[in-house]
């Protein structure tokens, strides 16, 4: 009997093969990537080092204070306050534009692009919370007080650059000279209990 | 000319489908390296706040995950928030010697990089938050970033 030929193996099948792999991970996948608000935490204070005398403390004028207590109620320089208000309130404070005296003080800096320019550069946002507040709340006073900031910084950029700040790219040394006219300065205190328990 | 005329009577050749498998190995490709599995399995339920002004995360080889949260399992574990480290329960103070293992885990240069995310339940309480937020300030690991899901936080949730 003669040998059959060796017959090759039909590859019309693979294209199935590989549709099944490829639907496979194009469900596994998940393109979402992390996101969230980025922030520093202070430092440990050194406990060998002596606390700050009273000349160094913060002037109460650049200090705006946010408290949070256990019914997510907000007081905002010891107003009761609506958290829709709050970013208003956050932008009049950062920028001070009638030069108030209970606001920050403004003292000039030299920014690049800009040259010599007022700014409230000493300012502290100090937002406090009670170990009772929900997360949620917590994050959407942030997310707030970060967005005074964009818009601020948004309107700035878009004066002398003619581009919103959110939509530079990492690394823009414009970036910098938007930032440093309005530096981000949320403070996240030690721990308190507000309100009582 | 009469040639032209016969050709224009001819049936369309069907497509050719034999560069398919070669296509659809390419996607494959794309899509097997692109795909990120999950490396551990949540057991506390995450459900982040929403924010609008977020940034993302770009290298994700320099960021490690800490979860708070219910318990998945509220039969066995109760509803307290619970923290997770890795694949386990833990309590905060195990959170200085975690910041340390995962530090150990990169090179010099991107330790000081390290990003700790907090993966936090919009409806936990403050205070378990501020304590891990205590323990991250004594292990040094200062830079952090608070997961949210996009979307503004003073509309009603919308559901699709």
């Known amino acids: ?197 | 000319m009469a040639r032209f005329q016969r050709s224009g009577k001819k049936k369309m050749p069907g497509i050719s489908t034999a560069s398919l498998p070669d296509i659809v190995f390419m996607l494959l490709f794309f899509f097997m390296v692109t795909t990120v599995m999950r490396e551990v399995s949540l057991i506390v339920k995450v459900k982040p706040p929403r924010a609008t002004e977020v940034k993302k995360l770009e290298n994700r080889s320099l960021v490690s995950y800490i979860y708070i949260g219910r318990p998945a399992n509220t039969k066995v574990f109760g509803t307290v928030p619970r923290i997770q480290l890795n694949d386990a329960f833990a309590t905060k103070d195990k959170i200085r010697e975690f910041v340390s293992s995962e530090r150990d885990k990169m090179s010099e240069n991107d330790q000081k990089r390290m990003t700790v995310s907090l993966k936090v339940d919009q409806d936990v309480e403050m205070g378990i938050v501020t304590d891990v937020k205590q323990e991250l300030r004594k292990a040094s690991a200062l830079k952090i970033n608070y997961s949210t899901r996009k979307g503004n936080p003073l509309e009603k949730e919308r559901y699709y």
């Open chain 1, 1 to 197: 009997m003669a040998r059959k030929e060796l017959q090759e193996i039909n590859a019309g099948s693979m294209a199935d093969i590989a549709f099944l792999l490829l639907i496979f991970f194009l469900v596994t996948t998940t393109m979402d990537t992390d996101s969230g608000l980025t922030r520093r935490l202070p430092q440990m204070p050194d406990e060998e080092k002596p606390k700050p005398d009273d000349e160094n403390l913060i002037k109460e004028r650049n200090i705006f204070l946010v408290l949070v207590n256990r019914n997510n109620q907000l007081m905002v320089e010891n107003q009761l306050m609506d958290i829709t208000q709050l970013r208003a309130a956050a932008k009049e404070f950062i920028e001070n534009p009638n030069d108030d005296p209970n606001l920050p003080a403004k003292s000039e800096i030299d920014v690049p692009y800009f040259g010599k320019i007022m700014t409230t550069k000493n300012h502290v946002i100090s937002l406090q919370t009670d170990n009772g507040t929900s997360y949620g709340t917590y994050i959407t006073v942030q997310n707030e007080l970060v967005a005074a900031y964009n818009e601020l910084r948004n309107a700035k950029a878009m004066q002398k650059f003619g581009i919103k700040y959110t939509d530079m790219k990492e690394g823009d040394d414009r970036m910098d000279a938007i930032e440093d006219i309005y530096p981000l300065a949320i403070s996240e205190a030690e721990p308190k209990n507000i309100g009582g328990k």
